[in-house]
């Protein structure tokens, strides 16, 4: 078990370039570059680096979020482990959901201001310091929520939502029995 512990953190590890620059001169930031965690090949952990990407521009209709908090679903480790039905091509982004707040909006955007925070559906790229998506999945998140609570709410809830009223068309006077309790979206019901 313990060796077990030891390979996880080197491959923690190598997920980070962790080296110290040859120069230490105070870094400069540039603002046409972000970090994102990249999914260079389907597998475990050690597929996964944080990389420089080009800064995302929002498109009519999107909304570009500063993330603070984004979400990891069962999803999240189906996608990385290439066990979903069409699975994408890598290397990618991944991430479904995310909160942080909005720092530019695309033409034809409704409903939000620089500053606002929200949480918001993203189609893969969440796991990054910055995200563009269209402004119907963007939703403003109440002063009292926390960004992490808010990037973990909005999958399991959907979820949760879904098989209640949708697929077990629950209705007022119903009883609901859990059985199995775990995992994120069992919390939201309890």
Sequence with gaps: M?????????????MMDLKEPENPVSPVIDPKE???VVLTG???LNKLKVTK??????????VKIRVKACGLNFLDLMVRQGNIDNAPK????????????VENMGENTQGFEIGDRVMAFVNYNAWAEVVCT????????PDDMTFPEAAAFSMNFVAA?????????????????VHSAGGGVVSLLL
């Design 134 to 141: 269209p402004f119907d999945l963007v939703y403003k998140i």
């Design 42 to 44: 389907f597998g475990g």
């Design 34 to 36: 972000m970090r994102a």
């Design 161 to 177: 939502y879904m098989m209640l009223f949708e697929v077990a068309n629950l209705q007022e006077g119903m009883s609901v029995l």
């Design 90 to 101: 890598t290397p990618l982004v991944p991430g479904f959901e995310c909160s942080g707040i």
């Design 2 to 14: 313990a060796k077990e512990g030891t390979e996880i953190a080197e491959e923690t590890d190598q």
């Design 53 to 62: 990407k080009p800064m995302p521009e929002p498109q009519e209709g999107e």
